[in-house]
């Protein structure tokens, strides 16, 4: 005989429907197909199948409609088949979320699952993406999420996403020009104090925040910003190159 | 007679001049008159069972407490849960055994592949006995139910513990796909079919 597990326990019926178990983890009901990240499964009831999205892709042609970010496709998995699928994330705080006909620009590494009513797109910010359309779809956040709306100044690691309002900008601290001329050659090494630069939101919308800096690692991140670079002449890569090379070197940050 | 009470992060040890066996270091507070001591590698399962736990890898290590007064034991700030065991057995995922009472023997299972898919050694604990035991996870534990007919699958890096009769087997979700390039991101889940019930927190190791 085994008692004092007062704690909740739920069978394939019980497991409640498209809503969070508890604060760290959310059980999809599943009948169709599901975007989920790649293992922020916990567990699952029924007949579920997961597939690569381009794997998937090659039997479903809409899926490369909704998945339009090939950078991401081999972060993401498709579910697809009926039961109960439980997400969480490192045991963060795990929320849901209706868009309708909205948008919404998420960091992709907190960004757990959506419906297929949902589309995504790479977000021009690096390391974010974007939904379109109605449904549902689940994100993490390290601490509860704040909702704020613009005119706001983030802080890029503590931001989750954004909707409704335009891209942000950079802000950088008005004194980076006041400071001495040693200071401007340090910020051009890649030595900065991490705090001067901010993200500027103007417009209407609302901003989510989490409440921690505590960086995701993003493996794509890196394929994004490395993608941007196609923007520079050889010339200026290669002055890039060394200037990173030279980051590395002092221990980075 | 030990008691142990969870207190959500803590887990509360009164001593009336018997022993109980925690995870070694993780004591944060005392009062009153307990001696500390390791318990060794075997963890009281004795001798043999000390060899097997070196052969499987296992990195269980045990302290002996023993006094009168109450102990404080907490882990990683990792939410506690104490479980009363009479004549039966619960297996749990060697490193989320934060304390066990005197009677409950344990005992170390090879799981095989399972194991080596994890990286967390070959092996669990099978906890048996009357007592009580504390088990710590990452999150609150969700308690899934199995039974005839319906099955669970979960992630090897979420699974805590398991009781009842519970066939364990390894799904492999990796398809000649996956070999070239990308796979479905869960290359090993364990399914479990039969009668019981299986522990998940809500957080991957």
Request: proline share 4%.
């Amino acid at each position: 005989m085994i008692d004092g597990l007062g704690t909740a326990s739920y069978d394939a019926q019980s497991l409640p429907a498209d809503d969070n178990v508890n604060p760290y983890a959310f059980s999809i009901a599943l009948a169709g197909e599901w975007f989920v990240s790649k293992g922020a499964m916990i567990a699952y009831y029924g007949n579920v199948d997961f597939a690569g999205v381009s794997q998937y892709a090659s039997r479903a042609s809409w899926v490369a409609a909704r998945f339009s970010s090939p950078m991401y496709a081999d972060e993401w998995v498709v579910a697809s088949g009926q039961g109960k699928v439980v997400v969480a994330d490192r045991g963060h705080d795990v929320n849901s979320y209706d868009l309708e006909d909205g948008n919404l620009t998420i960091k992709q590494a907190n960004l757990l699952g959506f419906a297929p009513t949902l589309e995504l797109k790479q977000s021009i910010v690096p390391g974010f993406v974007t939904l379109i359309g109605t449904g549902k779809f689940l994100a993490s956040s390290n601490g509860p999420v704040i909702f704020v709306e613009p005119p706001f100044r983030a802080d890029p690691e503590a931001l989750l996403g954004w909707s409704d309002c335009p891209s942000p900008s950079q802000h950088y601290d008005h004194h980076w020009m006041a400071q001495s001329f040693m200071a401007g050659v340090q910020g051009m090494l890649g030595r900065e104090s991490g705090e001067e630069r901010q993200y500027d939101f103007t417009g209407a919308g609302t901003i989510l925040l989490q409440s921690s800096e505590k960086l995701v690692v993003d493996a794509a991140l890196l394929r994004t910003v490395e993608s941007h670079t196609n923007l520079l002449d050889a010339q200026s890569a290669g002055a890039l190159g060394q200037r990173l090379i030279a980051r590395s070197q002092q221990g980075g940050r | 007679m030990a008691q142990l009470v969870a207190q959500k992060r803590v887990l509360l040890a009164d001593l009336t001049g018997d022993s109980i066996r925690a995870m070694s270091g993780s004591m944060v507070a005392y009062q009153g008159q307990v001696e500390f001591k390791s318990a060794g590698m075997g963890g009281g399962g004795g001798f043999r069972a000390a060899i097997r736990q070196r052969v499987a890898g296992e990195s269980i290590s045990l302290m002996e407490c023993t006094g009168h007064g109450r102990v404080h034991l907490a882990y990683q700030a990792q939410d506690v849960t104490v479980i009363g065991v009479q004549n039966d057995t619960v297996t749990v995922e060697s490193e989320h055994v934060l304390a066990v009472t005197r009677d409950l023997q344990l005992d170390v299972q090879f799981a095989g592949l399972r194991g080596m898919t994890t990286g967390q050694g070959l092996a669990t604990t099978k906890v048996s006995g009357s007592g009580q035991l504390a088990i710590v996870s990452d999150g609150p534990l969700i308690g899934l139910d199995v039974a005839p007919g319906q099955p669970v699958v979960v992630d090897p890096d979420a699974y805590v513990a398991g009781l009842g009769q519970l066939q364990m087997s390894l799904v492999s979700g990796v398809t000649w796909r996956s070999l070239v390039g990308e796979g479905g991101g869960e290359p090993f889940s364990l399914r479990f079919e039969g009668h019981g019930r299986v522990y998940i927190q809500p957080a991957e190791r």
